[in-house]
């Protein structure tokens, strides 16, 4: 169990019932929240807190690593950060090593979110948009799963992971394309 704390405006847990990361953003002395928020982190089975990352906010642009989704299974945490002026999705350690892993960055576009599946939400891919929406799997047993059903239906160009089973072995697939609904 967490206590509170009065300047904390997210937690998140890593799909096994432990909060991982918080963040705290503090008051300027105008009384107006601060333009950055400050996110710390727990090692497995430990209850201090730990820096992880600040982020400032500027309008509309984030600096710093924001953070999104614990994984517990690989005691990391998948987030956000400008790289070369675009956002990437970055992983990060929670180990205290800090290791950090940028897993997609293109000079042209922006990730714009992650593609999460099953019940514990485990992060298998990253999704960015250019004339269209298009996802990048990073999750070698989807990727071939999508690929050999794409070869079996090769009239859907369409295919994308909805979701999965709670233990990850039956997926719930969109097969189509814009002439067919599927």
């Known amino acids: 169990m967490s206590s509170s704390r009065a300047t904390a405006v997210e937690y998140i847990a890593d799909g096994a019932g432990h909060v991982r990361i918080m963040g705290t953003r503090g008051e300027a002395s105008s009384g107006y929240a601060r333009d950055t928020i400050s996110y710390s982190y727990r090692r497995k089975g430990d209850n201090g807190w730990t820096k992880l990352s600040d982020v400032t906010f500027a309008g509309i642009l984030e600096n710093g690593f924001n953070p999104y989704a614990v994984d517990a299974a690989s005691d990391a945490v998948y987030g956000f950060e400008r790289i070369n002026g675009t956002?990437?999705?970055?992983r990060v350690a929670?180990?205290?090593?800090?290791?950090?892993?940028?897993?997609f960055s293109r000079p042209d576009v922006d990730a714009a979110g992650l593609v999460q599946v099953g019940r514990q939400h485990r992060v298998?891919?990253?999704?960015?948009v250019t004339d269209r929406r298009e996802v990048k799997l990073f999750d070698p047993v989807i990727q071939q799963t999508l690929a050999s059903l794409g070869k079996a239906l090769p009239k859907s160009p369409i295919l994308s992971v909805v979701d999965a089973s709670a233990d990850e072995n039956r997926l719930l697939i969109f097969a189509g394309s814009d002439v067919d609904g599927g």
């Open 94 to 103: 929670l180990d205290g090593s800090n290791k950090r892993e940028v897993l």
């Open 124 to 128: 298998v891919g990253v999704c960015y």
């Open 87 to 90: 956002r990437a999705l970055v």
